[in-house]
């Protein structure tokens, strides 16, 4: 896989509350341990890393401000001069600076990694996508949680994550496996 010199990792919602048992069965445990993989060699090889942090707007969210869900996870905390970004919708586009930092350091290809699949990894791919940018999404790299459909018919976390990176493939971005962007 080609992967540009100047690629961004973007890096969704790597938060406390994500772990919080409330959010139910997730798929993908070792999620965390690909994203890891990525983020050492965006480092190593000085890539841009941008960290996405969500504040949200509802008091009984994971993410509420002023708690401790709302503060980065230890291991995806920002080094010095990585990228910082807040937003307060799923999609890491609307109501921030994104598109404006990328286009100014000339970034056109994207890999989006984080949670959850469905929601601010599955938004902010397809703005990216709309918007022009090259997208890569690693299946792998990503996750989500047990949740009923319309309909109310549940769904494992599988299904859910299938689905949306099923969503994505081919129309918005390019899924595919961390192994498939690391240097071999």
Known sequence: MD??????????????????????????????????????AWREMKRPVIHVRHFSRSPDSVFWPEQSGVEYQPEFAPAEGEGELQKQTPDAFCGTSLESWLRTDSIIQLVIVGVVTNNSVESTARSGGNLGFEVLVPHDACFTFDQADFFGNPRTAEEVHAMSLGNLHGEYATVVSTADILPG
């Open 3 to 40: 992967i540009q010199a100047n690629a961004a990792l973007l890096l969704i919602d790597m938060q406390n509350g994500i772990n919080h048992p409330k959010l139910g069965r997730r798929n993908n445990p070792n999620a965390e341990i690909q994203i890891i993989k990525l983020l050492a």
